[in-house]
């Protein structure tokens, strides 16, 4: 009798607490919770708002001191982080244990970038990078511009200067942003890790040794593909060399007339209305227009998730508009579906899964359906625009490789000679030749604005490619195909942090992360 009653006591205590018996912290700790989540959302409220205003403006507002003083409370609270490392699993409601570890992520990751910009070293090189206007042809001359010299002139030599006049805010960040590594390498090293990069990226959930292995795979696969568009590229352009300013010239030119500015928003609410989007009914607002002092780069910010999403471009009559804004709004529809209770996570769960879903939206303008109904492009042109675009892919493919090799190394050297180290690294994945006299290196905002964030671009599209593949397999076309958007709202937006991202892919997909589409989608047929 005694016997069964203990065991009927046992049953009853897995039933109600499934992770054991609930310790007496939890409810006060829920409240503890409750309290951090809601002072978050204050201070990101006020944040992204000031953050929106410098980047379309160049100019940091004022705001309200005790602001800071609470965001730096939050940040560097040790309290708060030993106590989340403690308490990590104990709340004894999945709901609640998620809430809890991506709290701590983002203690962690606030603790990693907050330190280092402290000394007010990160804003001040931000500001150069929204402010800054090279001289050239006698003028300042913006992003866009320059970019148009990269694409249309014929003349070679103009070209290049165009190309160092673009790259030359690097030369005035690099002093700076070396400085900035240190910090970042010394906060690591007080907690025992290696470097920065290896502090950082295990707390993004991903581990060093299983990410370069995967690079590893797409250097060897693309390295011939892109040594023959190379090739091509020279006899075309009747070149020894493939120099980085002719790549825009050799790819960007030919599709320049299909892409006129003015039709720009037209046709992507025609597109997203396709697939089943309603824009005008989504708290998405935009400022598209170049000017100066505006930020020259795309960004999307979410303001307040879903409701208030605000896109930040700089259009002009180019190819690289259209796949700039339809990124930028795949991150907007992301964050403007996500349906959570709790605030924290209101959010992507993963950059690289943030950089997924803007990139499925950019896929969508690399379909043979989508160039002929939408951008006008002739039956008969679809196959060689599509390998057009699969060659740009191989090529950027190869310059991201690059990009994350150099970052990495930039903190395992202490950014000793990081102009040698990124002209070598080049070398070796684009093969383009050394240019030692260009920081262009530090002309990359990410090393600056979003230390180790460039391999998310990567895994983003390994994400993409696996689910367009299965969204064709599954459900037909992809555009003009209304499920698309509701296969991409319950799987991957209505979530938003409640998962891990590698959870959604291999739930929404039925198979775990496979690199094998993206291969297929840039050297298939
Ligand atoms: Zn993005």
Same mark, same amino acid.
């Given at each position: 009798?005694?016997?069964?009653?203990?065991?009927?006591?046992?049953?009853?205590?897995?039933?109600?607490?499934?992770?054991?018996?609930?310790?007496?912290? @939890?409810?006060?700790?829920? @409240?503890?919770?409750?309290?951090?989540?809601?002072?978050?959302?204050?201070?990101?409220?006020?944040?992204?708002?000031?953050?929106?205003?410098?980047?379309?403006?160049?100019?940091?507002?004022?705001?309200?001191?005790?602001?800071?003083?609470?965001?730096?409370?939050?940040?560097?609270?040790?309290?708060?982080?030993?106590?989340?490392?403690?308490? /990590?699993?104990?709340?004894?409601?999945?709901?609640?244990? $998620?809430?809890?570890?991506?709290?701590?992520?983002?203690?962690?990751?606030?603790?990693?970038?907050?330190?280092?910009?402290?000394?007010?070293?990160?804003?001040?090189?931000?500001?150069?990078?929204?402010?800054?206007?090279?001289?050239?042809?006698?003028?300042?001359?913006?992003?866009?511009?320059?970019?148009?010299?990269?694409?249309?002139?014929?003349?070679?030599?103009?070209?290049?200067?165009?190309?160092?006049?673009?790259?030359?805010?690097?030369?005035?960040?690099?002093?700076?942003?070396?400085?900035?590594?240190?910090?970042?390498?010394?906060?690591?090293?007080?907690?025992?890790?290696?470097?920065?990069? &290896?502090?950082?990226?295990?707390?993004?959930?991903?581990?060093?040794?299983?990410?370069?292995?995967?690079?590893?795979?797409?250097?060897? @696969?693309?390295?011939?593909?892109?040594? /023959?568009?190379?090739?091509?590229?020279?006899?075309?352009?009747?070149?020894?060399?493939?120099?980085?300013?002719?790549?825009?010239?050799?790819?960007?030119?030919? *599709?320049?007339?299909?892409?006129?500015?003015?039709?720009?928003?037209?046709?992507?609410?025609?597109?997203?209305?396709?697939?089943?989007?309603?824009?005008?009914?989504?708290?998405?607002?935009?400022?598209?227009?170049?000017?100066?002092?505006?930020?020259?780069?795309?960004?999307?910010?979410?303001?307040?998730?879903?409701?208030?999403?605000?896109?930040?471009?700089?259009?002009?009559?180019?190819?690289?508009?259209?796949?700039?804004?339809?990124?930028?709004?795949?991150?907007?529809?992301?964050?403007?579906?996500?349906?959570?209770?709790?605030?924290?996570?209101?959010?992507?769960?993963?950059?690289?899964?943030? %950089?997924?879903?803007?990139?499925?939206?950019?896929?969508?303008?690399?379909?043979?359906?989508?160039?002929?109904?939408?951008?006008? @492009?002739? %039956?008969?042109?679809?196959?060689?625009?599509?390998?057009?675009? *699969?060659?740009?892919?191989?090529?950027?493919?190869?310059?991201?490789?690059?990009?994350?090799?150099?970052?990495?190394?930039?903190?395992?050297?202490?950014?000793?000679?990081?102009?040698?180290?990124?002209?070598?690294?080049?070398?070796?994945?684009?093969?383009?030749?050394?240019?030692?006299?260009? &920081?262009?290196?530090?002309?990359?905002?990410?090393?600056? %604005?979003?230390?180790?964030?460039?391999?998310?671009?990567?895994?983003?599209?390994?994400?993409?490619? /696996?689910?367009?593949?299965?969204?064709?397999?599954?459900?037909?076309?992809?555009?003009?195909?209304?499920?698309?958007?509701?296969?991409?709202?319950?799987?991957?937006?209505?979530?938003?942090?409640?998962?891990?991202?590698? %959870?959604?892919?291999?739930?929404?997909?039925?198979?775990?992360?496979?690199? *094998?589409?993206?291969?297929?989608?840039?050297?298939? $047929?």
């Amino acid at each position: 009798m005694r016997k069964l009653a203990l065991t009927i006591i046992l049953i009853w205590i897995r039933i109600a607490y499934p992770y054991g018996a609930r310790p007496e912290h @939890v409810a006060a700790d829920s @409240v503890w919770l409750k309290s951090l989540q809601e002072k978050y959302q204050t201070i990101d409220s006020v944040f992204a708002n000031v953050s929106w205003e410098f980047y379309t403006t160049g100019i940091w507002p004022d705001i309200p001191r005790k602001y800071y003083q609470m965001n730096s409370d939050l940040v560097l609270s040790r309290y708060s982080l030993k106590k989340y490392g403690r308490i /990590q699993g104990e709340f004894g409601s999945p709901e609640l244990n $998620r809430a809890a570890r991506q709290m701590y992520i983002r203690l962690l990751m606030g603790r990693n970038t907050y330190l280092p910009d402290f000394s007010g070293l990160g804003p001040s090189l931000a500001r150069i990078l929204i402010n800054y206007r090279p001289s050239f042809d006698g003028d300042l001359r913006s992003r866009n511009y320059l970019a148009g010299i990269l694409r249309d002139e014929p003349a070679r030599e103009r070209r290049e200067k165009a190309w160092y006049s673009l790259n030359e805010v690097g030369s005035i960040i690099a002093p700076g942003l070396r400085e900035l590594i240190w910090e970042r390498n010394k906060l690591a090293r007080e907690t025992d890790h290696r470097d920065y990069y &290896d502090f950082q990226l295990p707390s993004m959930g991903m581990n060093v040794d299983d990410l370069f292995e995967m690079l590893a795979i797409l250097d060897s @696969v693309s390295l011939e593909p892109y040594t /023959q568009i190379l090739q091509k590229t020279k006899l075309d352009l009747e070149i020894e060399t493939v120099e980085p300013w002719d790549i825009s010239f050799a790819y960007d030119r030919v *599709k320049a007339d299909l892409c006129p500015r003015d039709s720009l928003m037209i046709i992507l609410n025609r597109t997203m209305l396709g697939l089943g989007f309603e824009m005008n009914n989504l708290g998405i607002t935009y400022d598209l227009e170049p000017r100066s002092g505006k930020y020259q780069h795309d960004i999307c910010f979410p303001v307040s998730v879903p409701d208030d999403i605000r896109v930040l471009a700089n259009i002009d009559d180019d190819w690289g508009s259209y796949k700039a804004l339809f990124h930028e709004v795949g991150h907007a529809l992301h964050f403007s579906h996500i349906d959570q209770p709790r605030y924290i996570l209101r959010a992507s769960p993963a950059g690289c899964f943030s %950089e997924a879903m803007a990139e499925i939206s950019e896929m969508i303008t690399e379909q043979p359906a989508w160039l002929t109904d939408y951008a006008g @492009v002739p %039956e008969s042109n679809v196959r060689a625009a599509i390998a057009g675009i *699969k060659e740009a892919r191989i090529i950027s493919l190869r310059y991201a490789l690059a990009q994350v090799h150099f970052e990495r190394e930039l903190y395992r050297t202490d950014a000793e000679k990081p102009a040698e180290l990124y002209w070598d690294i080049m070398l070796k994945f684009t093969m383009s030749s050394p240019h030692y006299d260009s &920081d262009a290196w530090a002309a990359v905002p990410h090393y600056t %604005e979003r230390p180790v964030y460039m391999q998310n671009y990567i895994i983003a599209d390994l994400i993409a490619a /696996q689910t367009l593949a299965y969204l064709k397999r599954t459900k037909g076309s992809i555009v003009d195909n209304k499920a698309t958007a509701d296969f991409l709202i319950d799987n991957y937006y209505r979530p938003g942090a409640s998962k891990d991202w590698f %959870e959604l892919v291999e739930e929404a997909t039925g198979e775990p992360l496979n690199i *094998k589409y993206y291969i297929g989608y840039i050297l298939g $047929r």
